[in-house]
């Protein structure tokens, strides 16, 4: 089935500095991807949808300047959660449109940020 | 904007029983209707889905029901095993657009005892 690749699993950042999460599609071309966040103990909320070789939409208060998705290629999807804070320590997982089998998420990547 | 609620938020069996949680929905557009398993730690997995134009799909142990008139699905686990202890979240495509975005419920936490 598809398959989508998310890196990294984990992360440790200062406060201040700048993370990348990426998801790569291994054998489909993605589209559309969704990036959701989820804290502990909740339900995934999405934060964006990006479709290849546009920009992307986010969900009411999410910061499109805090949390920078690119979408540049059918395979491959970018986070960028920048002068992150220990708020936004949370766990991120992405999720790409693959046609007849529906959506398939990434494994996550957990940010902590200290 | 969509509202899923999703009950009861945790549940616990004894090892062979059945498991079912609730859902309901606000959007008569809806029209895709999955359910995921989540583990700790890693990304959700489809366990099954249901389309607007379909009452009921089983898939060995696991069966979902919808009933659009009422606005609600639900998911039945039988013969419930150690394993299938996980969070379990269901979800819908309001607005019903084909791989449109999907809003979650809240999640149920299921813990199979043996």
């Known amino acids: 089935g598809a398959v989508v690749s998310q890196h990294p699993s984990w992360v440790i950042c200062k406060s201040g500095t700048s993370v990348k999460i990426e998801c790569r599609s291994l054998?489909?071309?993605?589209?559309?991807m969704f990036w959701y966040r989820q804290f502990p103990k909740q339900s995934l909320m999405l934060m964006a949808t990006?479709?290849?070789?546009?920009?992307?939409?986010?969900e009411q208060g999410v910061e499109k300047d805090k949390f920078l998705i690119n979408h540049a290629s059918l395979t491959l999807s970018t986070l960028t959660v920048t002068s992150a804070h220990p708020e936004d320590s949370s766990f991120y997982i992405c999720s790409a449109v693959t046609g007849g089998d529906g959506y398939t998420f990434g494994s996550g990547t957990r940010l902590t940020v200290v | 904007g969509e509202n899923v609620e999703q009950h009861p938020s945790t549940l616990s069996v004894q090892e062979g029983d059945s498991a079912v949680i609730k859902c309901t929905y606000s959007d008569s557009a809806s029209n895709y209707f999955p359910w995921y398993k989540q583990e700790l730690g890693k990304g959700p997995q489809l366990i099954i889905d249901?389309?607007?134009?379909?009452g009921e799909k089983k898939d060995q142990r696991i069966a979902v029901t919808l009933n659009k008139t009422a606005k609600h699905f639900s998911l039945h686990i039988t013969e419930t095993q150690p394993e299938d202890s996980a969070v379990y979240f269901c979800a819908d495509n309001a607005g019903g657009t084909s791989y449109g975005k999907l809003t979650f419920g809240q999640g149920t936490i299921l813990t199979v005892h043996p």
């Open positions: 054998d489909f071309q993605a589209t559309t």
């Open positions: 249901i389309r607007s134009n379909v």
């Open positions: 990006s479709n290849e070789g546009s920009k992307a939409t986010y």
